[in-house]
């Protein structure tokens, strides 16, 4: 009888035990356990997993935070567990470190759960931004004794960027544009031109866009579109002239929104080709006549596209032997141009898309410092700038005063970035060029690019003077007037010179 009350009470006590669960607050510095030497300490976790959810903290309004969970070990060291502790350091412009304590409320009497499976807790707090590399630790409470190897778990995390289906909703990529779909459409019109149709957003009325097959092809000037008031975001279209085959191309559609502007989120789309208005036939009984002939049909059409196909391919041979018999004609070689920038322009979105228009667009061979390290460190920077200003046709002086804050974070700004290796060229190349001009050097060797407003800085204000093209408004006489750099040389025409 002793024995069967014994076990209806064991029943009983199991039944009402609470199972444990955790309590979190923030724990920087190092947990109290760390000062007492302990007999017995837990084995290390299990498992240890990361991933973002989101979590709304006020009306339109989202807060993604990273939701760590863990599992514990089914051995008999989990009796003496009292907390976990989890720490989390971010890597990007600005790093972060933050730790939190969970105490367990109750002791762990089973290895496993009651109802059966490893015990398991999750905890999310940690805030996450966008293209942040997160590495996160885990180690169980009482921690191994000094000079003893501690137990411990981490893993890495990599948070998506503003495009992800839950990082979209945070503010700052909402501000960029996250949750704007420009539905874009582009068609090729003729072999000449491109029609490209977007949905306008509310963050901003100006956009540009920019085809690429390989190759820079077409590029629209800036297009302003006015949004009346308080009507929603409408269609705009813009007709986009191309330098080559569109079909298929990629469309690149970049925004300027008040709250980003130069660091918005671009969008993409294709070319395709303009549908044709066609006749329309009427389903009757002749729908049986045209299916007998449909095969018919298809046999000459194969015929004519491939008789059409040879004759372009004889045309394009004759056009090709014409054009070789004619040696005037043949382009002139390309354009040696050295490009300096101040330190503060962003080099991946500012200096590199403008190389990249230089070599693609104007035929320019370019020259930039940060291709050229070992030379500038054997030569040193005077002697270097001194040997390229004679062997270059143009030197162009690249300007933007309208550098967002966050153009750091987006270039990626680290240890030996360009931003530190070119800090002092700038500066260098303005005075030792501008010593130049004070002997007549001819005013089309130097040029000043720049993207917003022509204002030019007090200590360059010199520059004032030379010749300056607003990019993309400004961009068919900037390139013409490379192109033709040449010419103007073997004629021997001179323009005034740029003075002090």
């Known amino acids: 009888m002793s024995l069967v009350l014994l076990s209806l009470a064991t029943l009983c006590w199991g039944a009402v035990s609470p199972e444990p669960m955790i309590q979190c607050g923030s724990e920087p510095g190092p947990s109290l356990e760390w000062m007492v030497q302990h007999t017995l300490t837990p084995g290390d976790l299990r498992d240890l997993q990361v991933e973002p959810v989101k979590s709304s903290v006020a009306m339109e309004d989202y807060s993604i935070l990273m939701n760590v969970s863990w599992r514990l070990r089914a051995d008999a060291s989990i009796h003496l567990l009292k907390a976990t502790k989890i720490c989390v350091t971010g890597k990007s412009n600005l790093q972060s470190y933050s730790c939190v304590r969970c105490n367990y409320t109750e002791a762990f009497q089973t290895q496993t759960r009651p ?40 893993v890495n995390f990599t948070s998506p960027g503003c495009l992800n289906h839950i990082m979209k909703h945070k503010k700052k990529c909402i501000e960029a544009g996250s949750l704007w779909d420009p539905n874009i459409t582009a068609c090729k019109k003729n072999e000449t031109a491109v029609e490209v149709n977007f949905t306008t957003s509310p963050l901003g009325n100006k956009y540009m866009a920019l085809i690429r097959n390989n190759i820079v092809i077409g590029f629209s000037n800036m297009l302003e579109v006015l949004h009346p008031f308080n009507n929603p975001p409408s269609r705009a279209s ?24 130069n660091d918005c989120i671009r969008r993409k789309g294709t070319v ?15 729908k049986s006549m045209l299916g007998g002939w449909l095969p018919l049909l298809l046999s000459a059409l194969l015929v004519a596209t491939w008789v059409l196909a040879v004759g372009i391919y004889l045309m394009w041979r004759h056009n090709r032997t014409r054009k070789a018999s004619f040696p005037t004609t043949t382009l002139l ?16 979105h500012t200096v590199c898309y403008f190389t990249e228009f230089l070599q693609n667009h104007c035929r320019s061979e370019v020259i930039l410092e940060k291709w050229q390290k070992k030379k500038i460190a054997e030569m040193g920077p005077v002697q270097w700038l001194t040997t390229q200003k004679k062997a270059v046709d143009k030197v162009i002086f690249l300007l933007s005063n309208d550098v967002h804050p966050r153009c750091d974070g987006t270039c990626g700004r680290s240890e030996g970035s360009p931003h530190e290796n070119s800090q002092d060229l700038f500066p260098l190349a303005f005075n030792l060029f501008c010593s130049d001009l004070r002997s007549q050097t001819p005013l089309h060797k130097y040029m000043v690019v720049y993207f917003r407003e022509a204002d030019t800085k007090d200590e360059y204000s010199a520059l004032g003077v030379c010749p300056k093209y607003h990019l993309m408004k400004d961009a068919p006489a900037f390139c013409t007037e490379l192109l033709r750099v040449k010419q103007q040389v073997s004629a021997g025409k001179r323009l005034t010179a740029c003075s002090l």
């Open 333 to 348: 070689p390309p354009i040696k141009v050295l490009v300096v920038y101040p330190s503060e322009i962003c080099f991946h």
């Open 238 to 261: 813009v007709v986009i002239p191309v330098t080559g085959e569109s079909e298929g191309a990629v469309v690149q559609l970049t925004p300027y929104f008040h709250t980003c502007v």
């Open 115 to 154: 109802s059966g499976g490893r015990w398991t807790f999750s905890y999310t707090g940690f805030p996450v931004e966008p293209n942040t590399l997160y590495f996160i630790g885990a180690h169980n409470i009482p921690n191994a004794n000094m000079n003893e190897d501690p137990p411990s778990m981490s």
């Open 272 to 286: 395709v080709l303009c549908p044709q208005s066609g006749m329309s036939f009427p389903l009757d009984s002749r």
